[in-house]
């Protein structure tokens, strides 16, 4: 393979997330509008200006924080599609801890509702981890369907028993200013929940590839049954990973009362908890990619927003670009170029050149194509 | 008619898989109604020819006759169409469905709907015919394995096939079940179908096939008639030199007993009491195997002993101390209870980790490997894993490559050093040699023979008889969770052994 | 409450509503049931359900009829499955992650293009749609003749499903492949029947049948199309597949279980005004998650569900 399509090769997702704007762009030319002019307005809006990359920030928050709200699990093999109702039941509690706890020094009291907001999503976590390990119910199905219930729960705490009084639609009172999280960029939005959620991802990333616990948990995922012989609790493992995941999910939503809303509203999470699911896919279940993915997707809907207001295009178009993007890159991933068609006639003209030169072509090697993509198998560079 | 055509032939077949030349120019000439044997080591490219006479796989080059006229076979369906039908070694059965509704699947020309009852009717005729007993209204997966094997070659027989790829038949039977399987083979032949029998096993070849094909590296080293040779040219044949089955023991004397187990009684995945109080005792600097045909306990009593299945009742020692209720890793780590379980690729590694990291599955969180339990230090890791792939001539690129990619004796070899230099003072080893080359078989019992020197108490779980006679110093039998006999290896001859392998308590201790 | 048992008008009504409630969950469950059958976990149905929908008020919105309404929706249905067979099957990646991935682009999609075609009046306009059509002497039984007998169309086409499904999954050699695929995928193969074929037709009808569900849901329920009006109702047919051991009978009445459910819930919300309606609203989800747990015996999926088959892989 020579080296310009080598490299087009390792980056083929960059490729195909530039090919899901491309469809993107079609979209924004249905809806009667300039693609150029409305990407521009998105990406100048969401990377380039100083209000608007607060907003990014502000909504990378929860995303990253979903986002390995999703990939901790995922580590261990399981399925947290329930990122989404974690995010409310750990908002709840932090309201709740927020609301109705004794007056305390701001920092302190800032710290517990953290801590009660990632007892509500961990505990909301709890309940499908306990039926897998215990019972073998699949995570996926029990996760979605608590979602629906989670979401519930904080629709009745904010219109009945939290509900501040005389409120026009559902939110509970406004938490104490001192429990407002800081700002980390003045005179915005942007507040310190994005950087608690990159330190976290920091601090996975080590777990994952340095301790014994990220070794457990990834021989836990990959292989449970040797991961028994070796001495792990798999069940363990199962809840433990879940739960933590749930903790991290809601630790998303404390932000997003601490940090921006500084109340428990009704259907306050825009899908955060499902955007997580493709945080964690396109982050390739590496924390600190999915940090960069978190980045994006933030940008993407940041910028959505000022599209919309710059030239018309519907932000729901982004829904769409997010999931063209996920179907794309996921074909991009399996994508091998030693399989495809191209190899194979790439392969044909490399034996029809040398045959003129008059040499006997041997039947090129076909590379299983198990390597990583990094790895170019020695066999094919010892050939030229 | 044409007669002057073997029934089936190839010629200058090659198949590649990447750099790897499974077959290379490979011939292979089959009689109508005879059985031909297709005789090598694993990976001499036997079931890549196979595959690619099923229609699995396509050839590279070389052609494909049936009496006397080449035939292109893109797919098993061709395949079968050319009257080709092949019993593989892992079998293709749908557990759920019944026997009848296995041997329909792909049926061509049945017609749209399903008329089940018809086909059980034709069914059970054509089992009769051959002396099958089967029920076509069983469901598969309830089927002990040489029944399932029946069903595998009934669909070929339904279908008309008559010539039969059987690839390693007899891997699945227990040794009373071989005798009547040759019988059926023979049957078939008689009946005037063409068989071709795919092994590894040279007294198989002996007793039951015509000729016999050699293959070695992907190619043919020979074709002859069996009657003209013996088992020993064969086996010299089959790898590539002459086979020394001596291997010289060097031995400290016995000593006291360092792994007991007593009135251990341990159930199976089903429920069923499948090690029903079995007691035994391995001394240091002994080899204790423990015979039997493959789902008599064997597995459960292993998995028990090692700590990774409870028992109902009895007791597991080492050394005097109790650990029956201990976990799997004290028992490595606190009283040197190593452990080379029965299924290397799904119990014994972590395919995808690397190398290194499958050194220390078992010791992830022990000092010097985990600072704290915690922090893994891989410098040290890689340097642990290094030393034990030089000391144990594991063939890799480096240990950071995924322990997918090395060959089964490589990923035995890793599992084997990992247990050892665990400073294991007590091994027990289920099925080490399964599926492995001969040179790799003769590494695992060297390796066995200069740990029983270095005063380790093994227990060698086997199905394989030659293997426990070349290595052990005791021979336990155990047949349906019960200990039926303990014997030496030179009392062990075939028919005590078998006698005692099919339950028989009549031999004293 | 009680009047449900005791007034059979009200009985009959209530089982009316029941069943209306839980006819798009069947169409979403019964795609369910014939592509995990077949080896293809679907948790795309919930985008697939949507995008029926959405296919569902277009073809009714330029054509005036339902029945393009319903040519549509099925034709949407298939296309997201598309996507996921193309992802799954071919590719081979993850069906969670594919089938997510299609939930998400349908979700944006529907919402985007239904601002475009009904150029903002899709919350205002009213499609045409089925009417309910008596069946002779079958609707004058009492009590359940009303019930199941004066349905609209779509209600009966989903009892042939059912039946024929039935038929096709246990009395013919499709249906027997289909049962095999899911277990042992090699097996298949090895018997000369195309893997990825069986598996494409799978999915690719499941879409459509899911795509159903939702032209139930616009064509003879809401007759509009609003954003995100499949409202989790794949989701559940997700539980009703396992609860009805990947049985269309069994997920027919796993739907039903639900369907009863979610009209016992909107009756308690209007006959309890003091209970807060969130209460009423998660019985639905709460049974389907109560039912997994207190399933009698283990629940064993087709065994190959989930894991791409490849050829060459040994």
Partial sequence: ?384 | ?509 | MIDILTDPTQLADFLATSLRLSVPIIFAALGGVLSERSGVFNIGLEGMLLAGCFGAAVGAYFFGTPFAGVAVGMFFGLLGALILAYLSITLGVSQIVSGIAINMLMLGLTAFLSRIVFEGQANTMTLSGFKPIAIPLLSQIPVLGPVFFNQDLLVYVMYAMVAGGLWLMYRTRWGLNVRAVGENPRAVDTAGISVVGLRYACVLTSGAIAGLGGCYLVLSQIFLFSEHMSAGKGFIALAAVILGRWNPLGALLACLLFGVFDALQLRLQFANPEVPYQAFVILPYAVSILALVGLVGKPTPPAAVGIPYKREAK
Avoid at chain 1, 29 to 54: K, N, V
Avoid at chain 1, 119 to 143: D, Q
Avoid at chain 1, 318 to 340: C, H, K, M, N
Wanted: hydrophobic share 45%; with cysteine.
């Fill in chain 2, 1 to 509: 008619m044409a007669t002057a055509h073997p029934h089936l032939a190839v010629e200058e077949l090659s198949r590649s898989f990447g750099p790897l030349k499974a077959n290379d120019r490979v011939s292979l000439h089959v009689a109508r109604g005879s059985v031909h044997a297709v005789l090598g080591e694993n990976g001499a490219g036997k079931t890549t020819l196979m595959n690619v006479l099923y229609g699995l796989y396509r050839p590279d080059e070389g052609r494909i006759l049936i009496d006397g006229k080449p035939v292109e076979i893109g797919s098993p369906r061709a395949a079968l169409a050319l009257g080709i039908g092949m019993v593989h070694q892992h079998f293709m059965l749908v557990g759920s469905l019944s026997v009848a509704e296995n041997v329909v699947l792909g049926l061509e020309g049945a017609g749209f709907a399903l008329d089940l009852e018809t086909h059980r009717r034709k069914l059970a005729e054509l089992s009769r015919s051959f002396g099958f007993d089967v029920d076509p209204s069983e469901l598969v997966w309830r089927l002990p394995m040489g029944v399932q094997q029946r069903v595998e070659i009934l669909k070929l027989l339904y279908r008309n096939a008559d010539i039969l790829i059987l690839d390693e038949p007899t891997s699945v039977l227990t040794p009373v079940e071989v005798g009547p399987f040759l019988d059926l083979l023979r049957r078939l032949r008689d009946a005037g179908k063409t068989i071709l029998l795919i092994t590894h096993k040279l007294e198989e070849v002996m007793s039951i096939a015509e000729r016999v094909t050699v293959m070695r590296a992907g190619r043919v080293v020979a074709e002859l008639a069996t009657a003209g040779t013996s088992p020993r040219e064969l086996a010299r044949l089959m790898v590539g030199r002459d086979v020394v089955f001596d291997i010289e023991h060097e031995r400290a004397p016995i000593g006291a007993p360092r792994l007991s187990v007593e009135g251990l009684r341990v159930k199976s995945d089903r429920g069923i009491e499948a090690v029903a109080g079995v007691d035994l005792e391995v001394r240091a600097g002994e080899i204790l195997g423990l015979a039997g045909v493959d789902g008599n306990g064997q597995a459960e009593l292993a998995e028990a002993i090692a700590g990774l299945r409870r028992p109902e009742a009895g007791q597991v020692r080492i050394d005097g101390a109790e650990v029956t209720h201990l976990s799997v890793a004290d028992r490595l780590h606190e009283h040197g209870l190593g452990y080379v379980p029965e299924d290397r690729q799904r119990t014994g590694l972590v395919l995808d980790n690397s190398v290194a990291a499958n050194t220390i599955l078992r010791s992830y969180r022990v000092e010097p490997f985990a600072r704290h339990g915690l922090f893994l230090d891989f410098p040290r890791i890689r340097a642990h894993a290094e030393r034990l792939v030089r000391a144990y001539d594991v063939r890799l690129r480096d240990v950071d490559q995924p322990v997918r990619y090395l060959s089964g004796g490589n990923q035995q070899k890793v599992i084997l050093a990992r247990e050892i230099e665990s400073d294991a003072k007590v091994l027990v080893v289920a099925q080490p040699c399964k599926g492995l080359d001969v040179g790799a078989i003769e590494f695992v019992q060297r390796t066995l023979l200069a740990q029983r020197a270095k005063g380790v108490a093994i227990l060698y779980i086997s199905t394989e008889l030659e293997h426990i006679l070349m290595a052990c110093d005791r021979i336990a039998v155990i047949a349906r969770g019960r200990i039926t006999g303990i014997l030496t290896p030179q009392e062990a001859t075939a028919e005590r052994l078998g006698l005692l392998m099919a339950g028989s308590r009549t031999e004293a201790h």
């Fill in chain 1, 1 to 384: 393979m020579p080296g310009l399509m080598r490299l087009l090769y390792a980056t083929k997702s960059v490729w195909a997330i530039l090919a899901a704007l491309v469809v993107g762009a079609v979209f924004i030319l249905i809806a009667g509008s300039d693609p150029i002019a409305a990407y521009g307005a998105l990406f100048t809006g969401a990377f380039f200006e100083y209000h608007g990359i607060a907003t990014t920030l502000v909504k990378m928050s929860p995303l990253l924080l979903a986002g390995l709200a999703v990939l901790l699990p995922l580590r261990a093999g399981l399925f947290n599609i329930g990122a989404e109702g974690q995010i409310y039941l750990g908002a709840l509690f932090a309201a709740m801890a927020a609301l109705y706890l004794p007056v305390m020094p701001g920092w302190i009291h800032i710290i517990i509702c953290s801590f009660a907001g990632m007892v509500g999503g961990g505990l909301w976590a709890l309940i499908p981890a306990y039926l897998k390990a215990r019972h073998n119910i699949n995570e996926v199905i029990v996760t979605l369907l608590m979602n629906y219930i989670g979401i519930n729960l904080v629709s009745y705490a904010t219109s009945g028993p939290m509900m501040e009084e005389g409120a026009p639609y559902p939110y509970s009172a406004e938490i104490p200013e001192s429990l407002w999280l800081p700002h980390i960029l003045p005179r915005t939005d942007a507040h310190l929940g994005v950087v608690i959620g990159l330190v976290i991802a920091m601090v996975m990333y080590y777990v994952f590839q340095r301790t014994s616990l990220g070794y457990s948990m990834n021989a836990v995922g990959s292989n449970p049954q040797a991961a028994r012989y070796a001495g792990m609790s798999v069940r363990r493992h199962i809840i433990w990973s879940l739960v933590l995941g749930g903790a991290l999910a809601g630790l998303a939503g404390t932000y997003e009362v601490l940090g921006l809303k500084y109340r428990l509203f009704h259907a306050f999470s825009a899908g955060y908890g499902y955007d997580g699911i493709v945080v964690a896919f396109l982050g390739g279940g590496h924390p600190l990619y999915a940090a960069a993915a978190a980045l994006f997707l933030a940008g993407l809907r940041s910028g959505a927003n000022i599209m919309q207001r710059a030239v018309g295009v519907p932000t729901t178009v982004v829904d769409t670009i997010q999931g063209l993007v996920v179907i794309f890159v996921a074909a991009s991933l399996a994508f091998r170029f030693e399989r495809s068609r191209w190899a194979e006639i790439w392969r044909r003209r490399k034996s029809l050149d040398r045959a003129l030169e008059g040499e006997v072509a041997p039947p090129p090697p076909t590379p299983s194509g198990a390597q990583p993509a990094g790895a170019k198998p020695a066999a094919e560079n010892a050939e030229r």
